[in-house]
Structures are given as C-alpha cells and as structure tokens.
DNA sequence: ACAGTGATTGCAGAACCTGTAATCACTGTG
DNA sequence: CACAGTGATTACAGGTTCTGCAATCACTGT
C-alpha cells in the first residue's frame, strides 16, 4: 500500500477547511481543492461524494458507534440515560478535537448548503438512535420520539461546548443538558 | 396583471411533480419541467432557487403560520400544547391536500437529496417555534427542546396520517402523537 | 401615442458531478 | 528477473445545475 503518499482523505479535508477559511466556502472551487492537496479534482470524487462531504469526514463512523453503544448498553438502563452514556463515551474524541471543531462550525454556520448538509447528517443519527432503540425493545412512538429529542440535546449541548468560555468538556455539557431535558420534560 | 396566463409557479410545481412519478427526480431536467409548463428554464429559476425548492412550496408560509400561532396562544397554555394547537390549527388545509401529499411523499422517500432538503424546511420549523417560544418568554434550553420535541411528534403524526388506511385526519394524528410524546416523555 | 412596469427570454459561462478508459506505482509469483 | 495483477490516480468528454446580464414582450397608465 506503499505506491502513492498516502492520507490522501487527510490531505484533501485539510486543504479543503484551510481554503473555506481563506476565501470562504462559494468562492473555493474543488479542482483548487485537489490541487492544493496535489491531486486532481476526479480524486475529491474519488473521496467524496460531493463537494459539502468533505466537511463531514468521521460522520459516519461516529453514528455507527453510537448506535453500537445504545444497544450494547445494560438493560435496566432507561432509554435516554442508554443514548447520553452513548454520546458521553464518544465525547472524549471531540475534546481532542476542539479548534478544529471551531473552525468547521464557522464554516458551516456561514453557508445555508452546508447546515442542510449538517441536518441530514443529524437526521441520520437519530434514525439510527430509532433502530437501535428498537432491537432493545423500545416500541415505536416512544423510540423515535426519545431517538430525537436525544439528538435535538446533543445539537444543543455541542453547542453549549463550543461556546463555553471556560472550555468545559462535551462530556461535562451533554450531563447538564440532558437533565436540562429531564426538567423540560418534567414541565409538558 | 393579466399579461401573462397566470399560475406560473403552480404550472411549474404540477410539471415537475408529474414528471418525477413519471421517469424519476434524477431523470428530469429543469429545462424539462419548464417546456412542459411553456416556459423556459431561465424562468424556472426565476421562482425558484434551486430545483429541490419546486417540491416545498408552501412551506416557507406554513412555517410563518406556525410561528404567528404560536406566538398567539393563550398565556395560559403550556409551551407544548400551544405548539400541538398551533400545528392542529393548520392541518384542515393538508387533509384538503392527502393525494397530493403521497405523490409528494414517494418521490422525496426514493431521493436523498430531497430528504434533505426535507430535513432543512423541518429544522427551519424547529428554529421558527423556537423563536415563538422564546417571546413567550420560555428560557432558552427549554424553548429548543420542546421544539424540537414538537417537531419529531409533527413529523411522526404526518408519517402517520399517510399510512393511515382508515383516513384519519392529520388533526386526530396530532392529537394522538402529542399524547404519545407526553407518555413518552414521563418515561425519561 | 408613448413611457413605464414586471415577467419572461436568450445567451454565455462557471462550477458540479459522472462515466469510461488509460496510466501509473507497486506487489506477488514463477 | 520478467510479468501479470491490483488498486489508486489521472485524462478527457460531456451533461446538468445555476447565475449574471441584457433584451424582449405584454400590458398599464397618462
């Protein structure tokens, strides 16, 4: 596996995130893109589905171990306490992660392409979150129903992350905002 | 205003919607759907951005409506049942609009870039309740996760309302949906 | 008549994305 | 050491989406 440098993927979501940042995403053409990683804008679709799933990198493989976890998680647990321990498990590769985080946020918060892009990701992690809900036994309205509002605190407690000063942990986030859930539901 | 023959969007919407039932999203061409409306691509564009935006179209007042509802219910409602009466509020017009739903809703299930377009109308509907709950004078975490609640219930009661065989209306679906997500929700 | 308005059109072009076949660097085998 | 095999990269051609700009067109009001 030698033949060719190697990180390829790597290379290409570097250059792409250093030029959205310099000339903002619209303004960046994906054949810049691949050549600034030295390759050829036939390898980013090589890569990438599309131009926005450069941006979205480890999606994929996050929402698979979420949803390993929600059903590997002890039975007597309640079903969200099964998803928050869930995120809480994964949260640890995000803190190690927190400028990066930072810069994506700005970029995809500028660019309406993007934040779609960014719910269609979310909408497939809570699909997820359904299925596995359900082979544990979780009938269907309570399932997707917990699956989303799961999701929609996830949403929020990342942003709450992201924008603490005092640089709490995601982990530290997702704990206060999903009791924040608890009482918000305590009053409906 | 009589220059032209009038109704121009909606002849563009029944083209388009025909033409994807008939050979497919992906197989038809904006400059398909504007012949068969007597129009030209270039005037597709004009009243619509992108060629998704031809299967939401009323989205944008709905979500306006919602919002305006919202605002307007009695202080004395709970932030949740003002959503559910809010969206209850709107649902005569879609049980008017049932057939026309499921067209719609077979083309949006066979294409991902449809959902999530999908997806974005439906977080734009979570942010606008947002917003309404906010002037209500409901704190922030609260505002965005009965929102968001509100929005995986409405979601689920339209799914619901479509699979109905017995033609149940949206408002029954809406109904017994919000109650699901009370029940739910005491299970947390 | 005649200027004004607003929708539609024509045209040019950039960027996105795909299909197909060729090339290239390296690997394993006889 | 030849040599076929593998997998990533590349070249190229082309369709489609979407935009900017200027012109035209049908109708309106004076």
């Given amino acids: 596996m030698g033949r060719w440098p190697g990180g390829t993927q790597e290379r290409l979501q570097k250059a792409a995130i250093d030029l959205f940042t310099e ?3 619209e303004r960046t053409t994906v054949a810049e893109i691949a050549t600034r990683a030295g390759l050829t804008e036939r390898t980013f679709y090589n890569h990438f589905a599309d131009k926005r799933e450069v941006l979205f990198p480890e999606q994929d493989s996050f929402i698979a ?8 998680a002890p039975a007597e647990q309640s079903p969200l306490d099964a998803v928050n321990a869930a995120f809480i498990a994964g949260s640890d590769w995000f803190d190690q992660r927190r400028e990066a985080a930072q810069r994506r946020r ?21 699909e997820a ?10 009938p269907d309205p309570a399932a997707t129903l917990t699956a989303a509002a ?8 990342a942003a709450r992350w992201l924008a603490d000063p005092q640089y709490g942990t995601l982990g530290h986030h ?3 905002t999903f009791e924040d859930l608890h009482r918000t539901a305590r009053s409906w």
Avoid: F, M, N, Q
């Avoid at 171990?65 to 590997?72: F, L, M, N, Y």
């Avoid at 500028?110 to 990701?121: G, P, V, Y």
């Fill in 23 to 25: 000339r903002g995403y």
């Fill in 65 to 72: 171990k979420v949803r390993e976890a929600v059903g590997a």
């Fill in 106 to 126: 700005h970029i995809l918060d500028a660019h309406t392409d993007l934040r779609e892009r960014e719910w269609a990701k979310l909408a497939a992690l809570g």
């Fill in 129 to 138: 979150i359904t299925a596995a809900l359900r082979t544990r036994g979780i």
């Fill in 150 to 157: 799961s999701v929609a605190a996830y949403r929020l407690a």
């Fill in 174 to 176: 997702l704990h206060t």
